[in-house]
C-alpha cells in the first residue's frame, strides 16, 4: 500500500508555471506507475499524464501535451508534474494516483491510491 501527499497548487496569471509534487510513503514507491488527474467544479475527474514504473514511459492527455512534464525521482519517493503555459482551462483541483505495474493508463478506475488533491487557479 502507499500514501500520496500532493503540494505545490496555488495561483498563477494565465502563461505561468507551477511544479507539483506528490511524495508517497512506503519502500515500494519504484513499483508504482504514478498518474496525475485533475477535476473542475461539476465536472468528471480526467487523466493529465502517467509515468511508468519501469521505463519511465509517460502519457499525457491531449490538452496538456508540450506543456505540462510528469517524472519521478524514486529516490526521493516524488513524483513531478511541472506546469508550463498555464491556462483558466486548466483550473482543477489535481490528484495524484498510482497502481502496481508497468502500464500508464488513462482511466481514474485503473488506479487504486489517492492523494487528497491540490488546488490550481489559473487567472485570466
Known amino acids: 500500500q502507499v500514501q500520496l501527499v500532493e503540494s505545490g497548487g496555488g495561483l498563477v496569471q494565465t502563461g505561468g508555471s507551477l511544479r507539483l509534487s506528490c511524495a508517497a510513503s512506503?519502500?515500494?514507491?519504484?513499483?508504482?506507475?504514478l498518474g496525475w488527474f485533475r477535476q473542475a467544479p461539476g465536472k468528471e475527474r480526467e487523466f493529465v499524464a502517467a509515468i511508468s514504473r519501469s521505463d519511465g514511459s509517460t502519457n499525457y492527455a491531449g490538452p496538456v501535451k508540450g506543456r505540462f512534464t510528469i517524472s519521478r525521482d524514486n529516490a526521493k519517493n516524488t513524483v513531478y508534474l511541472q506546469m508550463n503555459s498555464l491556462k483558466p482551462e486548466d483550473t482543477a483541483e489535481y490528484y495524484c494516483a498510482a497502481r502496481p505495474g508497468v502500464a500508464v493508463p488513462t482511466s481514474r478506475y485503473d488506479y487504486a491510491y489517492w492523494g487528497q488533491g491540490t488546488q490550481v487557479t489559473v487567472s485570466s
Open positions: 512506503g519502500r515500494t514507491f519504484s513499483s508504482y506507475t
